[in-house]
């Protein structure tokens, strides 16, 4: 009985057909998809890569940082092992954390910006960044711990002086009050000195409102788990500096802020403000509560995984590209040192990162420049010498030239955009590390360092940027993996449900992930209706 005739068969007999014709029909088709897997054999194309070309990671310029960095960086990762962009990266956010309240950059006689830098790292868990942070950030958190500790004090005082204030501004209302019921019932005499004594009281409670205990700024700096929203408010009420440091971003690009669509746009619209140094304002439905911050310094340094990057990018992705919130970040995505790492007793003392400490030190401890009010901060400026403003212009330039169609930054405009700008950057952080009580021209040779560091981070931009891929395509990556590993050519869903990758044991994720490798023709997907029935792989694809 061919496939056709039992087909036939069991519709017309319907409930009464021969329950073997069910395994009959089962063995035909199974069959006939066996015959059709062994027919692609001879006619398969050659498989399209599932995504544009890995590019390899070019090693990081460690020699262009300033030697009390540098030496801080090689000696604490020789004991670390973690990845040198890592550590650097982690050294660097230190520096422009501890500068950035000392002065702003000033590129030309329009051009002057803050010196602040935001960075991220992409890599899995694992990899050990909180143990540089650990060690770089120590200072700047003893700094803060104390002056912490200062304004907790000073705080008790203002309570008690504030319960004062309003004591006496209750007692002069009550006056106000008294005369003013006095000149309601008054007349003549009695009534205008009432009316006079009711004037002095309001002149009274005017001065004494000029006199209200100012508020004691109790420092936070350090901002982990917070929305862009949270930061202004605490730039308002407590600091004039602060850093975002998260060692796992995903609770920073997952709070509500940066992942729902409706707040997205506004997130990263305060975040680039705080990047260029603007005015941030909030209004709120209670008026009271509205707020304009003036004069803020804010760094940023992530650590996030590139699954989160992912889920983040394909939800948000042209709105952070666009706005050029991306763009802004110094992005590293380091090849994995894990697997590598051999156990090291840690050193008695590690003297190139005690000297970098005290530098942070001497930074972090400098009184905040502020405006005559203590409102704001009012930065002196760091220019650039003649030598390092023609590197500077002829880098900015050469930029220009290689964002046009087909050249070297094309795909990576936002980043190129704001290159000039972090370049600056880079050079005034180099230049206050170096010169840790002079706030004066940048020279050549350290403007060359900076622009040297930000063309690797131009093409760690764009490598990094490209490996970013939809979960789908990861999944594809994955499975593709494991099916050239096997024996067989030919295999059943069951098998991967049962066998295969962990990621894609799951139906959804498993169908996902082959209809991803059929397009790109690593396998064909066998069917009878809408049920997979066999997987048969590409003759031509290689492991």
């Not at 602040?116 to 790292?121: A, C, F, G």
């Not at 000149?183 to 309001?202: E, P, Q, R, V, W």
């Not at 590598?340 to 972090?364: G, I």
């Not at 972090?422 to 706030?439: D, G, M």
Request: with cysteine.
């Amino acid at each position: 009985m061919s496939l056709a005739q039992a087909k036939h068969y069991l519709q017309r007999e319907g409930t009464l057909a021969n329950p073997q014709v069910h395994h009959r029909i089962r063995d035909l088709t199974q069959d006939g998809i066996s015959s059709e897997g062994r027919q692609f054999n001879d006619d398969w194309p050659e498989p399209e890569p599932l995504q544009g070309q890995h590019l390899s990671a070019e090693n990081y310029p460690v020699e262009v940082l300033p030697d009390i960095i540098r030496e801080a960086v090689l000696e604490y990762q020789s004991f670390g092992q973690q990845p040198m962009p890592m550590v650097a990266q982690a050294a660097l956010s230190a520096a422009s954390a501890a500068c950035q309240g000392l002065a702003d950059v000033r590129r030309d006689d329009v051009l002057v910006g803050p010196i602040s830098l935001s960075m991220m790292s992409i890599a899995e868990s694992g990899e050990r960044k909180s143990s540089c942070d650990t060690v770089f950030l120590k200072p700047i958190r003893e700094v803060i711990d104390r002056r912490r500790t200062d304004a907790l004090e000073e705080e008790r005082w203002y309570t008690e002086d504030l319960a004062v204030w309003e004591a006496q501004r209750k007692r002069l209302h009550s006056e106000a009050a008294k005369f003013k019921a006095q000149a309601s019932i008054k007349s003549g005499g009695a009534k205008h000195s009432a009316l006079a004594n009711l004037d002095l009281i309001k002149e009274e409670i005017r001065l004494h409102l000029d006199d209200r205990p100012i508020p004691v700024r109790v420092p936070t700096f350090f901002y982990s788990d917070i929305t862009p929203q949270g930061i202004g408010r605490q730039l308002n009420e407590n600091d004039f500096v602060g850093s975002v440091w998260e060692s796992e971003a995903g609770v920073t690009f997952g709070s509500v802020g940066m992942s729902a669509p409706n707040f997205v746009t506004q997130s990263l619209g305060t975040l680039n403000k705080l990047w260029d140094g603007a005015a941030l304002d909030a209004i709120r439905a209670d008026s009271g509560r509205n707020f304009r911050v003036y004069g803020r310094r804010v760094s940023i340094n992530l650590m996030i995984q590139p699954v989160v990057l992912n889920e983040y990018l394909i939800n948000a992705g042209k709105t952070a590209r666009g706005s050029g919130f991306l763009g802004r970040f110094l992005i590293t995505a380091p090849p994995s040192t894990m697997g590598t790492r051999v156990y090291q007793t840690p050193p008695a003392q590690m003297p190139a990162c005690t000297r970098f400490s005290d530098c942070l030190e001497t930074l972090m401890s400098k009184e905040l420049p502020l405006n005559e009010a203590g409102t704001e901060l009012l930065l002196p400026m760091v220019g650039m010498n003649e030598s390092a403003r023609t590197n500077w212009i002829d880098f900015v330039n050469d930029v220009e030239q290689k964002l046009g169609a087909d050249c070297d930054f094309c795909e990576i405009r936002d980043a190129a955009a704001k290159a000039g700008d972090n370049a600056a950057r880079i050079a005034a952080v180099f230049h206050l590390v170096s010169n840790r009580t002079e706030v004066d021209d940048i020279d050549g040779d350290t403007m060359q360092s900076a622009i040297t560091l930000m063309y690797w981070y131009l093409d760690e931009f764009n490598r990094a940027l490209k490996d970013v891929s939809p979960p789908e395509l990861l999944d594809a990556e994955i499975l593709l993996s494991w099916l050239l590993k096997q024996d067989n050519c030919h295999h059943t869903p069951r098998q991967i449900q049962q066998l295969g990758p962990r990621a894609t044991r799951q139906k959804t994720k498993r169908d996902a992930a082959l209809k991803v490798l059929e397009s790109h023709a690593y396998v064909r997907v066998l069917k009878s209706g809408s049920q997979i029935k066999q997987i048969v792989v590409n003759p031509k694809a290689s492991a």
